[in-house]
């Protein structure tokens, strides 16, 4: 399902796409994210989120490492703005990881994980009319 991209921002980490109603946050292929590329990650999208309601999707299929001080930061984010989190995953490895993390660490963005953009999508599409 392709988007007409509104602004893109390409960071070391990750790039950070406005489509519509949606963020798109593409990790970058291989990538390890510490503290300090997921803060500016999430300040990035902050930036983009200050006026509308937004869903969230986090391209994380070809994420290779993320610290646990990241993970925290990522946890944490809260902007009102941000209704929904889909997260896409490559595998029912990295699915099964993210699962039982997020069983410990409650994400304060509804949050939900999925190998298909096009289900993540529609399930986006969805939060944000509720």
């Not at 006026?51 to 999707?57: E, K």
């Not at 930061?73 to 039982?100: C, E, T, W, Y």
Request: proline letters at 2%; one cysteine or more; glycine letters at 4%.
């Amino acid at each position: 399902m392709m988007q007409k991209t509104m602004s893109k921002k390409v960071l070391p980490g990750a790039v950070i796409i406005e489509e519509g109603n949606t963020i798109v946050c593409q990790f970058r292929n291989f990538v390890r994210i510490d503290e300090a590329e997921a803060q500016t990650i999430v300040d990035e999208i902050t930036k983009l989120v200050q006026y509308m309601s937004f869903g969230l999707l986090t391209d994380a299929r070809e994420l290779f490492f993320i610290t646990s001080e990241a993970r925290k930061i990522f946890g944490a984010q809260n902007h009102r703005n941000i209704k929904a989190n889909a997260i896409l995953v490559a595998s029912r490895l990295q699915r099964d990881m993210a699962n039982l993390y997020f069983t410990f660490a409650k994400p304060q963005i509804k949050t939900k994980m999925f190998s298909s953009e096009d289900e993540a999508r529609t399930w986006l599409e969805l939060q944000l009319i509720k």
